[in-house]
């Protein structure tokens, strides 16, 4: 069956000190891969996905980056944390075609301070 | 307007009662719809799709389409307060501009089942 890890689950992090985030999913291979970010009480928002190695696409401009070195691994990044960074961050994934029914990681609680 | 709205709640209920959640949409080239469940501090995990117009129907969870009125629902039959978390609608469709399927969520409505 497949997994997906995310770590760490909780991190209070300066302004402008970098971030690392990464997520790994295990028993499938070439996942669709995705970041979400969700703030209280609000909808989930799609910041980066990936259909392979080296490929990412952004959804909408922010201080953060993505990047994808393994097939089953995703790692999001900033060089320097905005206070408006702080929310649940989600990793996600998926195969390829209908539904694209995507199942998610545990999430990483990220305060910015 | 959102593509996708959903009430965000909070909605109490007794235990055992019968709960309906919605959500409305827009965009009608949206082509499956899905529910999540979350619990507080914790990613979603999926429970039920659904392609076409009808019920689908998995234990005490029935989700419900109807196309035409752009308008779907998760009824939760004798809910239980382990039932207690928000509920997230989710559709799919293709996107003209990037020529894959994305999914849209809605923002979610909190439910709260009081024992």
């Known amino acids: 069956s497949q997994t997906i890890h995310q770590w760490p689950a909780t991190l209070v992090q300066p302004v402008g000190s970098p971030l690392s985030l990464e997520c790994t999913v295990e028993?499938?291979?070439?996942?669709?891969l995705y970041w979400y970010r969700q703030a209280a009480g609000r909808g989930l928002q799609l910041l980066f996905y990936?259909?392979?190695?080296?490929?990412i696409s952004s959804e909408v401009p922010q201080n953060l980056s993505a990047s994808r070195p393994q097939d089953r691994q995703f790692i999001l990044s900033s060089k320097k944390l905005l206070l408006s960074d702080s929310g649940f961050y989600l990793c996600?994934?998926?195969?390829?075609?209908?539904?694209?029914?995507?199942?998610f990681g545990p999430g990483t609680r990220l305060l910015v301070l | 307007q959102k593509e996708v709205e959903q009430d965000p709640g909070p909605l109490s209920v007794p235990e055992g009662a019968i709960v309906s959640l919605n959500c409305t949409y827009s965009?009608?080239?949206?082509?499956?719809f899905m529910w999540y469940r979350q619990y507080s501090r914790k990613g979603p995990e999926l429970l039920m799709y659904?392609?076409?117009?009808g019920n689908k129907e998995d234990g005490r969870f029935t989700a419900q389409v109807d196309k035409s009125s752009k308008y779907i629902s998760l009824f939760i039959r004798d809910s239980q307060p382990s039932d207690s978390a928000t509920y997230l609608c989710?559709?799919?469709?293709?996107?003209?501009?990037?020529?894959?399927?994305?999914?849209?969520f809605g923002s979610g409505t909190r439910l709260q089942v009081q024992p």
């Open positions: 659904t392609y076409s117009s």
């Open positions: 990936s259909v392979g190695i080296g490929q």
């Open positions: 028993g499938t291979s070439n996942p669709n």
């Open positions: 989710a559709m799919s469709a293709m996107r003209i501009d990037t020529g894959r399927r994305a999914l849209t």
């Open positions: 996600a994934w998926s195969v390829g075609g209908a539904p694209e029914t995507q199942y």
């Open positions: 965009n009608s080239a949206f082509q499956y």
